[in-house]
């Protein structure tokens, strides 16, 4: 078999690639371990940011993102048991971020993939890759390719590829997440982003009528500790607040699942053929929903970069990928970890804890450091990072 563009994974990464390059006339092949079902029903964070939608919009792929999708211009950091706004139109030039779960852009651009005819294959397990020779190899065949795209996530086969050739930087937390998804009305419009006594809590959606909530969690925590009870306990807990105005809904819980949380990144993003993207080439802890925004950030670099090459024979966007994409992989990165390390609970570090208030309470007092939240929650630019 032989493509232009082998392309390992059909998570956000490897089916958007997959979708804009068909769209350029740029043949690709798209291979999947798991399962269509697993793939559509993996739960994931539902944050995407201004850019994001606008590339899914634009490329024909955002009919039931803008049906479904919802749309809020702020979030609100709840602290000391009071929530303080942060206004995302009057702080990031009127942008704004859109609700709307991975699972869901996933289940869309399999749907444009096989309308357009484009090869996708599940339950196709590569076994390894030749990054030198462009040879992609699962069950008992051999995939040809001038490019080869990484996008088979943090457990995969590419980076493993060319393990000894990479640079690791990482960051490991002393915490994880549990998270639900429950049938239970909003509570709130907005996210809600909670530092308490008792750890992190966060509160978010997917629907009118389903609602999304995590809790900080000790790291390798046993879901089944974790009865329904015990959950909607604590999260009541910790999100209360001292007016005792805010009801959190409850609701039949009907997903559970423990999330860890790490930084990582593994430099350089290109070797010889292979591109990697997405999580196969960086990880950032969920705290602020960066995960698949950067990816489609990868993506979007990478796209233009096989254009250019493909169409005009001209590979300079793609010796610039690695470098181009992690100026924003770190400005995510550090985004990523100021969230986490400003609103998590370090277990018996008193001194942290005061520095976290102090810099909740700068965040919502300064115009300067609400910004600096708003414009990175948002989104930066590619251009501008
Ligand atoms: C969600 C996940 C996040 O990590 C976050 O910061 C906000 C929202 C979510 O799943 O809805």
Redesign the pocket.
């Given at each position: 078999m032989e493509t232009q563009v082998g392309i390992v994974g059909a998570g956000p990464a490897g089916l958007l690639l997959a979708h804009l390059l068909q769209r350029a006339g740029i043949e690709s092949v798209v291979l999947e371990a798991r399962t269509r079902e697993y793939v559509e029903h993996r739960v994931?964070?539902?944050?995407l940011e201004h850019g994001t939608v606008e590339v899914l919009k634009e490329t024909g792929v955002g009919e039931r993102l803008e049906r479904e999708g919802m749309l809020h211009h702020g979030v609100e950091l709840r602290f000391g048991g009071t929530g303080h706004r942060i206004d995302f139109s009057a702080l990031a030039g009127g942008r704004a971020i859109t609700?709307y779960?991975?699972q869901e852009v996933v289940k869309d651009l399999i749907a444009a993939r096989l309308q357009s005819g484009g090869a996708l294959h599940f339950e196709a397990e590569v076994t390894s890759i030749d990054p030198e020779r462009g040879v992609i190899r699962f069950g008992d065949e051999e995939l040809r390719c001038a490019v080869i795209a990484g996008c088979d996530g943090f457990h995969g086969v590419c980076r493993e590829a060319v393990q000894d050739r990479l640079r690791i930087y990482e960051r490991v937390y002393p915490f994880a997440?549990l998270?639900i998804l429950a049938h239970a009305a909003p509570s709130s419009e907005e996210?809600i982003?909670t530092h308490s006594d008792r750890g992190f809590a966060?509160h978010?959606?997917?629907s009118p009528e389903v609602t999304?909530n995590?809790l900080q969690v000790p790291p390798d925590e046993d879901v089944g500790e974790w009865s329904d009870e015990r959950i909607w306990e604590e999260l009541q807990q910790r999100m209360a607040t001292v007016d005792g105005d805010f009801i959190l809904q409850e609701g039949e819980i009907f997903e559970k699942g423990v999330t860890p949380m790490r930084s990582f990144v593994a430099e350089p993003l290109r070797h010889g053929k292979l591109f990697l993207a997405g999580d196969a080439a960086h990880i950032v802890p969920?705290?602020?929903?960066?995960?698949l925004n950067l990816a489609v950030a990868d993506i979007r670099v990478l796209a233009r970069g096989l254009r250019s090459y493909c169409k005009d024979g001209d590979g300079t966007r793609l010796d610039e990928y690695s470098d181009r994409c992690l100026r924003r992989v770190w400005r995510v990165q550090h985004f990523s970890w100021w969230?986490t390390s400003m609103l998590h609970r370090f277990e018996g570090d008193a001194f942290e804890a005061k520095l976290q208030r102090s810099q909740l309470e700068y965040v919502v007092r300064s115009h300067a450091a609400a910004t600096t939240l708003a414009e990175n929650y948002v989104g930066l630019d590619l251009e501008d990072v």
């Open positions: 994931r964070a539902g944050v609700v779960g991975q997440w998270g996210l982003y966060l978010s959606m997917r999304r995590y969920p705290t602020g929903a960066k995960g969230m």
